[in-house]
C-alpha cells in the first residue's frame, strides 16, 4: 500500500496547496495585479497619517491636556494647600 493512495487530501496538503496557489495566480491578469498593488499601497500611505497610541503622542496629548485645566487648589511655598 502506497503512503499517497492511504492519506487524504487535506488544505495542508503539499500538492493541494501548490494547485489552489496555481489557480489563485492565474485569475490575476497582470493589470490586475499591478492595480491592486498601486491600491494597497495608496491605502497603506493614506493610513500614515492615523493617529496611533504611541509614547510621544500620549506625550503630547497629556501636555495639552495639562495647558487646558486650570488647577482647583492652590498651593504655597512650602506645599500646603492655600485656603
Excluded: F, V
Amino acid at each position: 500500500m502506497s503512503d499517497q493512495s492511504s492519506r487524504s487530501e487535506t488544505p495542508h496538503d503539499g500538492d493541494l496547496a501548490r494547485r489552489e496557489h496555481e489557480r489563485r495566480e492565474r485569475a490575476w491578469s497582470p493589470a490586475d495585479r499591478w492595480r491592486a498593488i498601486q491600491e494597497t499601497i495608496r491605502w497603506a500611505e493614506a493610513q500614515a497619517n492615523a493617529r496611533r497610541n504611541t509614547a510621544r503622542a500620549c506625550i503630547e496629548q497629556e501636555r495639552r491636556r495639562a495647558s487646558l485645566e486650570e488647577p482647583t487648589e492652590r498651593y504655597d511655598e512650602d506645599g500646603r494647600i492655600q485656603e
